[in-house]
Every structure is written in structure tokens, then in C-alpha cells.
């Protein structure tokens, strides 16, 4: 759905009916916009829905007004197959009809839907225990036995059959559309719906100037007190704290306050960095490399330590921090991962080294900003950063281990 309506291999094209919007904003690139009754995407089904099939997309429903179809699959007179939005009952379903498309079984949510805000959702088929079952944002949901389906002919997107009838249109936006012609295990739903989506970049390869841009929104941020440039060959990155012009050694007020990366903590989340911290000794001071802040607050910090001598990831009372001690005055890639479908918080430390701790919470709101070395609110005792930060990279999902590994490499 990055604007095109053919399938990643360039296949199975949909074909487009009223105005959908091509170019809307997705939970990767671009998303199919249906904001209006009429807008829906059609084609062939790629599966057999009487056999083992998948469904797997993520959708934004606006207005929770009505019945809204994410996607289906049906025939001219009604969905065999669909996952939904169901108003009456306020929750996601994964419906199925009887082969005589009189009755239908459905699955739903155990919680309410919430409506604008990406949610993933997947339904699975297996046929021999003749079993549907729901999966919201990678955890399984309802299930329902004695299922049987039948072969649809029609791949549906933002639009039902029922009766004859055309229903739940509108669905909002969807993205990511997937078919499948096998039961995805509950393994898969989890990485499907923990998939990476960049929200937020700095590079900090500017080098000289008073601000640094976020390559994803396109944000410059102003750089903050005691904060500038090192440019090491074709290394560059942020200094916070480094000597002055007399060559003194600083430290103290520094950071830089960026763009909102409009990542919701309750959801998936994963942050990457690369730190060095430029002290003598372990001192016993903490030291924030980044932070989410939201009205003046940090929501999470990763740091530094100054009681365990550790690197930490500390987030809404939970800190889930480093087997090993710090190395000061060394590059160190640190990488933060919230997995709501696991229920944790992971860490990991120079791409390969990783502990983790059980987590539930976070926050719903979206307008949190990213903070580079400091904690708020701010004190001047303590929490400033002082070395280098290079290359923070902010994601809505789960980076994955060889996600992580693969980008270890500062830009
Ligand atoms: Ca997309
Ligand atoms: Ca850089």
C-alpha cells in the first residue's frame, strides 16, 4: 500500500473504486486512505478460504460510527471471510459466514477498539481443527471451533457483502494488506504486528550550524548550552560537555530538544543510539543520552548510571538495565525495545548482548518529543550527558535481533 496497488512482487494489483487516497499516510510509508463509503480496493483472492488462509493488515479506523471492513474475502452475495471493525459491539472481529452464507461466526477483541490509532489485526483459518481465531497487535484474541468457510472469489478492501448488500464502508485507512494460504502461527502475527516503522532519525551529521535535522519529519532542532559538533573523518556527531575553547573541560547544562516522533509508549516502540561518555572515572552522576518527554516530564530515559555503573533503560517505573559495567570513552550502541505483544522490555548492548524484564503500561499520548542528553525536568546536579550521541533512530514496533545487528554501523 506505498501508493501503488499492486502487491510487493508488482502482482495481483487491486483495482480502486470511488477516490481512495493513494498517498494518506500509512504505519510504513503510505497507506490506502477509504475515508468515504464509496472508496474500496478490489481483486482476486491469492487463497483458498474453504482451505487454511490468513488475513493480516493494519487499519485506522476514524469513526467508530458504524461497521467499518478492513479486508475481506467474498462472492456477490456476501464475505466469506473479514476482518472488521464491529460497531455494535465496539471490539475488532474476525467474522466467517456457513457455506450456505446464512450464518456467521465471528471472533472478537477482548478489549474495546480504539479508534484512531494504527492497530494490527489478523485472522487465521486452520482447517483441520476447523478453528478461526483473532489476533489484535500480535496477541491472540477470541477463537471459535467448528468453523467451516467457503472458497470466495473476491478480495475486498474497505468494503463487506452481506445479503447482496455492500456494507461497513469507511473503513479509515489500512495498510499492509497480506494474504495468506496457511494458518500463520501466533509466532508470526507477533513479528507481523512488531513490524519496524522509522519514525524518527538523526543522523547529527551536520557538523557546524546550530541545529540538527530529523530525516524523517524534516524537524531541525536548535542545539541547547554546552552542545556542539565533532567531526572525526567521516565520522560526525554530537558533542554535549566537550571542552571549551580554552580547552577546559565542561559540564553541565546541554542537550537538544527534537521533533515528536508520534510513537505511542503503550504500544511497541524501539529506540537506537550510539553513546560515548566522556568521563574519567565512574563518577556516581546519571547521565540521559535520550529521553521522551512529554509537558516538561521524561517518560523513559536511556542512560548511564551512576549507581550501577551500568547502561539503563528506565521506563514507567521499570529499568531493565546491562550485565556489564559501562566502558567509558568508547562508542557503545545501545538499542531499546518495548514488545507489548511480549509484555517486556529489552536491552541491548552493542547489538549482541540483551536483558530483558517484564513490562505492562505506558502512555497513549503521541506528542511526546525525543531529548538528547538530559533528563526532565531538568536539574543542573545531574543527568546531563557528557561525550558524544550519534545516530538516534526512533521506531513504532519491534526492531528486530538482526534488524539490530544489521544497522550496528554509525552514520
Ligand atoms: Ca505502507
Ligand atoms: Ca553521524
Same mark, same amino acid.
Given at each position: ?20 487516497? &493513494?498517498?494518506?499516510?500509512?504505519? /510504513? ?25 490468513? &488475513? ?20 456477490? /452475495? ?61 496477541? !491472540? ?45 501466533? *509466532?508470526?502475527? !507477533? ?86 561518555? *566522556? ?39 521499570? /529499568?531493565?538495565? /546491562? ?89
Amino acid at each position: 500500500m506505498d501508493g501503488t496497488l499492486a502487491d510487493a512482487d508488482g502482482n495481483n494489483a487491486l483495482t480502486s473504486h470511488g477516490d481512495p487516497d &493513494l498517498a494518506s499516510a500509512g504505519y /510504513t510509508g503510505r497507506a490506502a486512505g477509504l475515508g468515504d463509503p464509496q472508496d474500496h480496493l478490489s481483486g482476486t483472492v491469492p487463497a483458498d478460504t474453504s482451505k487454511n488462509f490468513s &488475513l493480516s493488515a493494519w487499519a485506522k479506523v476514524d469513526d467508530g460510527g458504524a461497521d467499518r471492513a478492513v479486508v475481506a474475502a467474498g462472492d456477490g /452475495t456476501a464475505f466469506s471471510a473479514g476482518l472488521y471493525f464491529d460497531a455494535a459491539a465496539g471490539r475488532w472481529a474476525f467474522g466467517m459466514t456457513t457455506p450456505d452464507r446464512t450464518g456467521l461466526r465471528v471472533a472478537h477483541s477482548q478489549a474495546q477498539a480504539e479508534t484512531g490509532v494504527w492497530t494490527h489485526l489478523a485472522g487465521t483459518y486452520e482447517f483441520t481443527t476447523r478453528t478461526l481465531t483473532l489476533y489484535v497487535d500480535g496477541v !491472540r484474541q477470541g477463537q471459535v471451533t467448528g468453523v467451516d468457510g467457503w472458497q470466495a472469489s473476491q478480495l475486498l478492501v474497505g468494503r463487506h457483502r452481506w445479503n447482496g448488500a455492500e456494507v461497513g464502508g469507511a473503513p479509515g485507512a489500512v495498510d499492509e494488506l497480506k494474504v495468506y494460504a496457511r494458518t500463520v502461527n501466533e *509466532d508470526e502475527v !507477533r513479528q507481523l504486528a512488531g513490524q519496524a516503522s522509522l519514525r524518527g532519525h538523526h543522523r547529527f551529521n551536520e557538523g557546524t550550524g546550530a541545529g540538527t535535522q530529523d530525516e524523517v519529519t524534516g524537524t531541525v532542532a536548535p542545539l541547547s548550552g554546552k552542545t556542539g559538533w565533532e567531526v572525526d573523518g567521516d565520522d560526525t556527531s554530537l558533542r554535549l560537555n566537550g571542552p571549551d575553547e580554552s580547552g577546559q573541560e565542561q559540564d553541565g547544562e546541554a542537550y537538544v530538544s527534537g521533533a515528536a516522533p508520534g510513537i505511542r509508549t503503550d504500544r511497541s516502540f524501539s529506540i537506537s543510539a550510539w553513546a560515548r561518555l *566522556d568521563t574519567d572515572a565512574h563518577d556516581g552522576k546519571d547521565r540521559t543520552v535520550v529521553s521522551l518527554v512529554r509537558d516538561g516530564s521524561s517518560l523513559l530515559d536511556l542512560r548511564y548510571s551512576g549507581a550501577s555503573k551500568k547502561w539503563e533503560f528506565v521506563f514507567g517505573g521499570t /529499568t531493565v538495565r /546491562t550485565a556489564y559495567r559501562a566502558e567509558l570513552q568508547e562508542w557503545t550502541y545501545l538499542t531499546a525495545v518495548h514488545d507489548k505483544a511480549k509484555a517486556e522490555v529489552r536491552l541491548y548492548f552493542n547489538a549482541i548482548y540483551v536483558t530483558s524484564v517484564p513490562f505492562t503500561g505506558g502512555s497513549a499520548e503521541t506528542g511526546s518529543t525525543v531529548e538528547f542528553g538530559r533528563l526532565s525536568p531538568a536539574t543542573a546536579a545531574g543527568s546531563f550527558w557528557k561525550g558524544g550521541i550519534d545516530d538516534v533512530r526512533v521506531y513504532a514496533g519491534v526492531l528486530s535481533e538482526q534488524q539490530i545487528v544489521a544497522q550496528a554501523i554509525r552514520t
